[in-house]
């Protein structure tokens, strides 16, 4: 089925004429965010350290040098630790978590986290900071303390070198003993998404998906004269233009019918002709939720009304590979038993590729199982090991081999990188995906 010009500037507007309107300023962004926080503190963390057997949790941080979980912990506008800030949760059996803060008084967590340290900016603490930390914990008397060290996730081993000695030191010998890895509280805390952060993520990955409908239109590139890297470069302006930010350099590269031109990413000065294959990987960072996006797009030649059918065939293939994994996706499995199972779907379907999907959410790449990365296709140690939980956000990244008739047969890489939130069981597309490719006149 070819598409007429016409139809195709329509779908380009109906992709790039409204999304923009979804950002609301700064200040509204720290309301939308501080309210997810309190609730996450509400109901997330407390299922997620009882179902770790986490008593008491830990996070010591110092200014400039702030342990990675910190961030998604403090309030809007607060953007650091101030001096050094300690964060410490306690949840009983049967009760609420209990988020205290032991910190100077007045640097904006009094809203989120009681305050249990007497000193102020004007007058002198009764205990030190440390005192104040062995009292509190002394108090509460739990049988299993959490403290960021960690193994496998660089999210949970967040505890420096310095403050670990003066958190032993200040725990003393009865209470140190008690303390164990939180690394898995550290995890589930970051990837699990309330339905407030799921739905938000759909309007961000739209979002995401309007910047990339932009970057691959006749009003970005002109054949023969823009360079792959100046759809790059204005991807990562068009974001700063818009009061957002990128959490990784933009890429793009193509693929041309009789060039090897090696594998996605490379040649990012060659110049766009007609008849390309182009490729993205871009990601945004917006209300606190990062998005990894890669799409493809053709460059039409004098004549042609549609990507040769061969190009099209691909991306079905690919879209394919997708689903594969969509049904891969079970909860409890782990994310090497995923890869695992996924691959042999692809072998079964005959698709020649590779997957190297991660989990997303705060950070690009996020919090929970690693299912494959590019070069171990035969699963990940320690990452890949941890399990699939619902609620949660992933970044199918992939991409298949097609041999293209039209091209002579000469093997395509269509790699695609798709946001999918698994909730209540099932895998759903965040902002839609891409089924054809952009076709650039």
Request: glycine share 10%; hydrophobic share 40%.
């Given at each position: 089925?070819?598409?007429?010009?016409?139809?195709?500037?329509?779908?380009?507007?109906?992709?790039?004429?409204?999304?923009?309107?979804?950002?609301?300023?700064?200040?509204?962004?720290?309301?939308?965010?501080?309210?997810?926080?309190?609730?996450?503190?509400?109901?997330?963390?407390?299922?997620?350290?009882?179902?770790?057997?986490?008593?008491?949790?830990?996070?010591?941080?110092?200014?400039?040098?702030?342990?990675?979980?910190?961030?998604?912990?403090?309030?809007?506008?607060?953007?650091?630790?101030?001096?050094?800030?300690?964060?410490?949760?306690?949840?009983?059996?049967?009760?609420?978590?209990?988020?205290?803060?032991?910190?100077?008084?007045?640097?904006?967590?009094?809203?989120?986290?009681?305050?249990?340290?007497?000193?102020?900016?004007?007058?002198?603490?009764?205990?030190?900071?440390?005192?104040?930390?062995?009292?509190?914990?002394?108090?509460?008397?739990?049988?299993?303390?959490?403290?960021?060290?960690?193994?496998?996730?660089?999210?949970?081993?967040?505890?420096?070198?310095?403050?670990?000695?003066?958190?032993?030191?200040?725990?003393?010998?009865?209470?140190?003993?008690?303390?164990?890895?939180?690394?898995?509280?550290?995890?589930?805390?970051?990837?699990?998404?309330?339905?407030?952060?799921?739905?938000?993520?759909?309007?961000?990955?739209?979002?995401?998906?309007?910047?990339?409908?932009?970057?691959?239109?006749?009003?970005?590139?002109?054949?023969?004269?823009?360079?792959?890297?100046?759809?790059?470069?204005?991807?990562?302006?068009?974001?700063?233009?818009?009061?957002?930010?990128?959490?990784?350099?933009?890429?793009?590269?193509?693929?041309?019918?009789?060039?090897?031109?090696?594998?996605?990413?490379?040649?990012?000065?060659?110049?766009?002709?007609?008849?390309?294959?182009?490729?993205?990987?871009?990601?945004?960072?917006?209300?606190?939720?990062?998005?990894?996006?890669?799409?493809?797009?053709?460059?039409?030649?004098?004549?042609?009304e549609a990507p040769p059918a061969g190009l099209a065939r691909a991306l079905a293939v690919a879209n394919e590979q997708q689903d594969l994994l969509a049904a891969s996706m079970v909860a409890g499995r782990s994310g090497n038993e995923i890869l695992a199972d996924v691959l042999g779907r692809m072998r079964a379907a005959g698709i020649d590729g590779r997957v190297y999907t991660?989990?997303?959410?705060?950070?690009?790449?996020?919090?929970?199982?690693?299912?494959?990365?590019?070069?171990?296709?035969?699963?990940?140690?320690?990452?890949?090991?941890?399990?699939?939980?619902?609620?949660?956000?992933?970044?199918?990244?992939?991409?298949?081999?097609?041999?293209?008739?039209?091209?002579?047969?000469?093997?395509?890489?269509?790699?695609?990188?798709?946001?999918?939130?698994?909730?209540?069981?099932?895998?759903?597309?965040?902002?839609?995906?891409?089924?054809?490719?952009?076709?650039?006149?």
């Open positions: 089925m070819t598409t007429s010009p016409t139809a195709r500037l329509a779908y380009e507007r109906q992709h790039v004429s409204d999304w923009a309107e979804k950002i609301v300023p700064l200040r509204r962004r720290t309301e939308i965010t501080n309210g997810w926080l309190g609730e996450r503190l509400r109901s997330v963390l407390p299922e997620v350290m009882r179902r770790e057997g986490i008593d008491l949790w830990i996070v010591v941080a110092r200014e400039y040098n702030e342990d990675p979980v910190l961030f998604s912990l403090l309030p809007a506008p607060m953007m650091s630790a101030r001096r050094r800030t300690i964060l410490v949760f306690h949840a009983p059996e049967g009760g609420d978590v209990e988020a205290m803060a032991i910190a100077n008084a007045g640097i904006g967590l009094d809203e989120y986290y009681r305050a249990m340290w007497a000193k102020t900016k004007t007058a002198q603490a009764s205990e030190t900071q440390w005192e104040c930390l062995r009292r509190v914990v002394a108090e509460r008397d739990p049988k299993r303390i959490g403290i960021d060290v960690a193994d496998d996730f660089a999210f949970g081993d967040g505890l420096s070198k310095r403050e670990y000695d003066g958190l032993m030191e200040a725990l003393g010998a009865d209470l140190a003993a008690r303390t164990t890895s939180a690394e898995r509280v550290v995890v589930g805390w970051l990837e699990r998404r309330t339905p407030g952060e799921i739905d938000a993520a759909n309007g961000v990955n739209q979002m995401a998906h309007g910047i990339i409908a932009e970057a691959f239109s006749s009003r970005v590139v002109h054949p023969g004269v823009t360079t792959a890297l100046d759809v790059a470069w204005w991807l990562r302006q068009r974001v700063n233009d818009l009061g957002l930010t990128v959490w990784f350099q933009p890429t793009v590269s193509l693929q041309r019918r009789g060039v090897t031109l090696g594998d996605i990413g490379s040649s990012p000065d060659e110049v766009i002709r007609p008849g390309d294959l182009l490729h993205c990987d871009f990601g945004l960072h917006y209300l606190g939720l990062a998005t990894d996006t890669q799409q493809n797009a053709y460059v039409l030649r004098l004549g042609e991660h989990p997303i959410g705060y950070h690009g790449h996020g919090a929970g199982p690693m299912i494959g990365m590019y070069d171990q296709q035969e699963g990940v140690a320690g990452r890949g090991d941890y399990p699939l939980f619902d609620d949660t956000l992933h970044s199918f990244e992939m991409y298949a081999e097609v041999d293209v008739p039209e091209w002579d047969d000469q093997r395509v890489k269509l790699a695609t990188e798709q946001i999918v939130a698994f909730t209540g069981g099932r895998v759903h597309y965040l902002g839609g995906r891409q089924t054809a490719l952009h076709t650039i006149a």
